[in-house]
């Protein structure tokens, strides 16, 4: 089969590899989309727990294969998409049921193979039916899980109003599952005019475009829009300058998110007697890890929508092109991988 292999950092061929036999328990899914995700330039760089040698890719949607002995619950020939997130079932954060915080997590496309390939392997309890989805719904599935998951930790009040730092696709999804947990308004803030118009459609009340060069003017900005802050801030945008407006614009009693990827030694500072004296909660919301069947049940249903967040397709061949689209084309909004 044909896989992106990287055999270092920044280093990459598109080659051909034997394809993965499943053993007992695994389950060969043939690749129909994958998804090219912000964490996949981290990756690209060594960064965000990367391993070498790999086969990144962690957002898929194909069909069932081949079965490994003792698999029960799939059939050759069904959709399906995988959770990339492992856990070792065994540490304590496992045994206290939470797995999220596993000790010994695995990622699928991150230290372990991904979906940047014809073929790709998954333990059958991370793989998930969507039939009756499409193709370009059901790539969603792990990045709205990750977004599933933040709505989880947030546990949004009805009523409540929200902010949100960031239009990429989590953001986008994000969003949604904000409003419909409750908010009575979400706002967008993001700094391309074509990915607010997205969210707009996609059912954010309000949008920012803001300059990201000028993060004060965006500040001063949203406090003229909301001079009492939001119950929810959440910064999607991976900018510890952006998170370090986000506590002067929550509203006393509410609560900042950390939902961005930024590089692991990038610091922010928030003002200790703010936050003690307004009792502001921070929290950080990490990938997905139990999501997805709440997820595929709400693309199934419609209440999460992604037409639209799709911009770009390349083939695995042009994976170099894909990275460097998502990187700097200011047009790019979900790039994704296509096979056939
Ligand atoms: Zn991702
Ligand atoms: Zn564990």
Redesign the pocket.
Known sequence: MKAVVYDSAKNFTVREIPTPTPQPGEVLIKTELA?V????LHIHEGHFLAEFPLIPG??MVGIVSALGEGVTQFKVGERVTVNPVVSCGDCEFCREGKPILCHNRKGLGTNWPGSFAEYMIATQDLVFKVEGLTVDQAVFA??AA?AMHGAQMLGIKPGSSALIFGAGP?GQLLAQLVAKGGAASVVVAGSSQFKLDTAKKLGADATYLMDRANVKKTFEDLKALRPSGFDIVIEATGSTEVAEICVPLTRSGGTMMVYGVTESHETFAINAFDVFHREITIKGSFAEIDTFPATIAALSSGRLQTAGIITHRFKLDEYGKALETLRSDKTAHKVVIEFN
């Open positions: 998804g995700c912000g964490t996949d962690h957002e792990e990045p990750c989590t």
